[in-house]
């Protein structure tokens, strides 16, 4: 268990339907950030979120959208999906304490679109 | 900005022989430095990190790797590796504590019996 949750698990999605993930993590992670795994490649920053508000964004279009919601949960949003839009998406809040420092990932979610 | 290269796409080694991975990296200013594993199916885990300090640094699962300003490498090692080492692992750079990661390709260890 590494505090962050994600959910669904897998997600299989038709192109140009609209899709909307959602990670869970634990009190005090103020810092959130979403990346985008192809197959075979590294993750690639999406955005982030600090106190409900996106800080910070890579270079992907609008129709990827976020939220952070006070109880530090967030949401990916991705409209008008696309082929390449299939990938595993991860979620990763930054925390101190207990000896720990830096982000800790989500499973991911698998989305593959149709 | 920030890159990462990983220079082995794939590693193969033998159960209980030595293996290194190497990262290389080129940033502008002032990087930390990680090490993730990922296992099928499953998202990162962090091995280790490079803050500041001593340049020699010790992680889960009996790696280590060792930061080299010169050379802007940190390559990971593990003295002797086991089967369920079997993993990608994947170097990564930040500029400061909440930044953003920026990861490098990956590099795929299969360790054979």
């Known amino acids: 268990e590494t505090g962050v949750t994600q959910s669904p698990t897998h997600l299989i999605k038709t192109r140009g339907q609209q899709v909307t993930l959602r990670c869970s993590s634990q009190s005090g992670h103020n810092t959130v950030s979403w990346y985008q795994q192809a197959l075979g490649q590294g993750p690639q920053f999406i955005f982030q979120y600090y106190r409900e508000e996106e800080n910070g964004r890579g270079n992907f279009p609008p129709r990827f959208s976020g939220l952070q919601f006070p109880n530090y949960s967030s949401e990916l949003n991705v409209n008008a999906l696309e082929l390449d839009d299939s990938a595993l998406y991860l979620c990763?809040?930054?925390?101190?304490?207990?000896?720990?420092?830096?982000?800790?990932f989500g499973s991911g979610t698998r989305l593959t679109v149709v | 900005a920030q890159s990462v290269t990983q220079l082995d796409s794939q590693v193969p080694v033998f159960e209980e022989a030595p293996v290194e991975l190497r990262c290389n990296y080129s940033s502008s200013v002032s990087v930390y430095l990680f090490w993730y594993v990922q296992y099928p199916n499953q998202g990162l885990q962090l091995l280790l990190k490079?803050?500041?300090?001593?340049?020699l640094v010790k992680g889960i699962n009996g790696f280590e790797a060792e930061f080299n300003k010169s050379q802007t490498s940190f390559h990971l090692r593990k003295p002797s590796v086991h089967i369920s080492d079997t993993a990608e692992y994947f170097c990564a750079v930040s500029k400061y504590n909440t930044d953003k990661l920026i990861f490098g390709t990956g590099t795929r260890l299969q360790v054979f019996p």
């Open positions: 990763a809040s930054f925390f101190t304490g207990g000896g720990h420092y830096g982000y800790t």
């Open positions: 490079y803050l500041s300090g001593s340049t």
